[in-house]
């Protein structure tokens, strides 16, 4: 090519990607580009980057950005977080808040809720609204959803994730990948892998059989770049046998980009890259957040002096790394590019929408479990001379504030309080704190600076003349409870709840309590109080949601993502001591190995205090006709489950049907079931209605480590149907041939 023609090509370049940018603010709309389109444009992009600006597209420029090329038209990245909502805006260098008066969005309910709703059409809409509300704020990242697996209650992030079950999480997590990227916002599934603790998480080392790693911990992953087709993964802060997950060469080069082929790109957690040679050749992409803040302690422009910046542009140059390993990370960048802010088609977005407050409210519903139910103690009518006493701190502290990371700034946030308040016009509600864990978000666990005994008798006193009381409690998002960086040094309910539940009830005992928290706790006055419900952290429409399901408005139809246990010894990993959790020396042995969960209470035979997949209704349904349309299946083939489902009670209401599949007799070691389908039927009151869910063959597979792969055995399989993992009504069997 002579030199002329090369500047004329090169012109009409700039001149095009100039007017592709999406940066002018501008909404037009051309023919969407073929993948093979944009390879060819990358290609030529490539060519003319220079190894400096290549290097700046793989490292922040700041908190929450990084850079693009300005002289082609290459608009920067932004990113925010997180799972539940758009993060309000953070400063340049630092973490802290940018201070700016048009960033509140709408606070969706918490993952464990979207979990517990066993509903793959809501995650879907979850995914699209938040994904608007991205867009609008002009974010080309959303830093969510979470799906690492619940493994001990222990865990301060159990919050943002999506239980202790991977097919649940597999489920859940696909529509609500799509759900987001439907805006040409990517989703960035985090965090990969193994973060399943908070407590020394940048340190710890996982030791895990590679059987649970396939099975138990990477399914979810899996899932969201094979069916969801994420655009991009966060490494996570932990390490796995000693190498940090986040450039980690069995996990981003030999499972994630091999054995996926996932195209996007993977970024680290804020300060989770270690090493410029390590996270150039095992799989980092972008490097965000390392160091304490953008401008460093010494240098002037800390950004520079990432391990994917300056440093790994000196190996470049050195010849220590060969410039095809940057090529292929800025082919992912740019990739990245055209999927988001460099697609000219994509929506704009919009939030704080009715639709978006009414997809919150929808799901905070569908996903509120109804754990007991006494004497009908719920639903509670609302009329003239009852007098409801709430109780408790819970119902008027906000739960987007605190948390970590996932910490939102909704436009409004109705308390549970408030809630009622609105829906009970006819009935006296009174209200008191019984105790207070002072002003900031950030307190540590300190005595109150109210005086403890004072609120409890206005407490005493106001459940006394009241004709039911609702104790509203559970955690909160402070530091040592439902809140990053830290887990929680106890399973029982923090500042002496349980007393205060226990001397109310002496008062009055048409208790019931409304729970508020990501994570199981331990009820030991469970047999005294009336109901329990567990209800989540939910957003903007908190107490609005609460209020559907106290008053009966929503029959409770949300089935619990993860299992209660009476006491913390009874959950799996809890069972092997310090070097099952949290570790010594800084790692820890995943000792019960595949039977996390209730895979772990089924197997061993420890009853739970509430199993997975409980949940209660208003309603009562009953189960019949259970068939399978085929007993001996060969390869490639999926048997179908089919079921009536009567609404026997007075309410319209809806059922989850769960599918468990065991496996008795088996070469390797097998938790007696596991879920493998699920379908929540909606039913009215008097009517029967039908569920039909179909299992591919593929499902049964177990990861055999002597073929490192998945392998079907041969034999009878039992299929177990009920309503919760501890409710099987019926157990047929199949064989494969
Ligand atoms: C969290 C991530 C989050 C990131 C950016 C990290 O501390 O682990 O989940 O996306 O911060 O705020």
Redesign the pocket.
């Known amino acids: 090519m002579n030199q002329r023609f090369k500047i004329q090509l090169f012109t009409l370049l700039i001149i095009f990607l100039v007017a592709c940018n999406p940066s002018k603010e501008q909404h037009s709309t051309s023919s969407p580009l073929t993948s093979s389109a944009v390879e060819a444009k990358i290609d030529s992009i490539l060519d003319i980057l220079t190894l400096e600006e290549k290097v700046g597209l793989v490292h922040a420029q700041s908190k929450?950005s990084t850079k693009g090329v300005e002289r082609l038209g290459i608009p920067e990245l932004w990113?925010a977080?997180?799972p539940h909502g758009v993060?309000a805006e953070?400063n340049w260098d630092n973490?802290g808040y940018a201070g700016w008066t048009n960033d509140s969005i709408t606070a969706f309910p918490a993952l464990t809720c979207l979990a517990a709703t066993f509903n793959p059409k809501l995650a879907g809409e979850y995914g699209f609204s938040l994904g608007e509300e991205a867009r609008y704020r002009k974010k080309d990242v959303l830093?969510?959803p979470?799906v690492n697996i619940y493994r001990t209650p222990l865990n301060g992030?159990n919050f943002?994730y999506m239980g202790e079950d991977p097919f649940l999480a597999s489920q859940l997590v696909v529509p609500y990948v799509q759900g987001v990227q439907k805006n040409g916002v990517a989703a960035?599934v985090?965090?990969y892998a193994l973060?399943n603790q908070e407590l020394n998480?940048d340190k710890v080392s996982v030791e895990v059989s590679d059987r649970a790693l396939h099975e138990i911990y990477l399914p979810a992953f899996k899932a969201s770049v094979l069916k969801g087709n994420t655009w991009a993964i966060?490494g996570?802060?932990n390490k796995f046998r000693g190498e940090y997950t986040t450039h980690h060469e069995l996990l981003m080069n030999d499972i994630l980009k091999g054995e996926w082929n996932f195209d996007g790109v993977v970024v680290s957690?804020?300060?989770?890259a270690h090493d410029t040679k390590k996270a150039a050749l095992y799989g980092l992409d972008i490097e965000?957040?390392t160091g304490t803040d953008g401008l460093g302690t010494t240098t002037l422009n800390h950004y520079d002096n990432y391990y994917l910046a300056k440093p790994f542009l000196k190996a470049l140059k050195h010849g220590e790394i060969p410039e095809t390993v940057l090529n292929d990370k800025v082919r992912r960048v740019l990739r990245l590019r055209y999927r988001t802010n460099m697609d000219n088609n994509r929506p704009l977005g919009s939030a704080n929408t009715i639709e978006h407050q009414n997809v919150a409210r929808n799901i905070a519903t569908d996903g509120i479990v109804l754990l007991k139910n006494e004497d009908n103690f719920f639903p509670i009518q609302d009329k003239v001379g009852l007098t409801i006493a709430v109780i408790g701190e819970n119902a008027t502290r906000s739960m987007t504030k605190g948390g970590?990371?996932?910490e939102l700034k909704p436009k409004f946030e109705i308390s549970p309080l408030q809630g009622l308040k609105e829906r009970y016009k006819n009935a006296t509600i009174l209200h008191a704190l019984s105790y207070h864990t002072g002003p900031s978000v950030y307190d540590k666990i300190t005595p109150s600076p109210y005086n403890a005994d004072s609120l409890k008798v206005e407490a005493l006193a106001i459940a006394k003349k009241a004709d039911v009381v609702l104790f509203v409690g559970g955690l909160n998002k402070s530091h040592l409870q439902d809140c990053?960086?830290d887990d929680r040094r106890q399973y029982e309910l923090p500042f002496d709840q349980n007393t205060i539940i226990e001397d109310l009830l002496k008062v009055n005992s048409n208790l019931g309590f409304i729970s508020l928290t990501g994570n199981a706790f331990e009820i030991p006055w469970k047999s005294k109080v009336k109901g329990i419900l567990q209800s989540w952290y939910l957003g903007s429409m908190a107490g609005h949601a609460i209020a559907d399901i106290i008053s009966g408005d929503v029959n409770p139809s949300g089935k619990l993502p993860f299992t209660f246990p009476k006491k913390l010894e009874d959950n799996g990993a809890h069972s092997f001591g310090a070097e099952s959790y949290p570790g010594v020396n800084l790692t820890t042995e995943y000792k019960e190995d595949i039977l996390v969960g209730y895979r772990w209470h089924d197997t061993k035979n420890i009853e739970p205090e509430y199993a997975f997949g409980f949940g209660l209704s208003y309603s009562t349904f009953e189960m019949s006709n259970i068939t399978v349309n085929k007993t001996e299946l060969a390869k490639d083939d999926a048997f179908t489950i089919s079921c009536d489902l009567k609404n026997t009670g007075d309410y319209d209401g809806a059922e989850v049907v769960q599918v468990y599949v065991g496996k008795p007799e088996s070469k390797v070691k097998r938790a007696l079931k596991e879920l493998k389908g699920f379908q929540k039927v909606e039913v009215k009151k008097g009517e029967t209605a039908n569920a039909s869910i179909t299992i591919p063959i593929e499902e049964l597979a177990f990861y055999d480590e002597t073929l490192a792969d998945w392998n079907i055995e041969k034999g009878i399989y039992t299929i177990h149907v009920g309503n919760s993992s501890d409710n099987i009504i019926k157990t047929l069997e199949i064989t494969v041939q």
Do not use: P, Q, T, V
């Not at 957690?269 to 989770?272: F, G, L, Q, R």
């Open positions: 929450f990113m977080d997180g993060r953070i973490w830093l969510g979470g992030r943002e960035c985090k965090h973060n998480r966060m996570a802060y957690d804020w300060s989770s965000m957040g970590g990371s996932s990053e960086g």
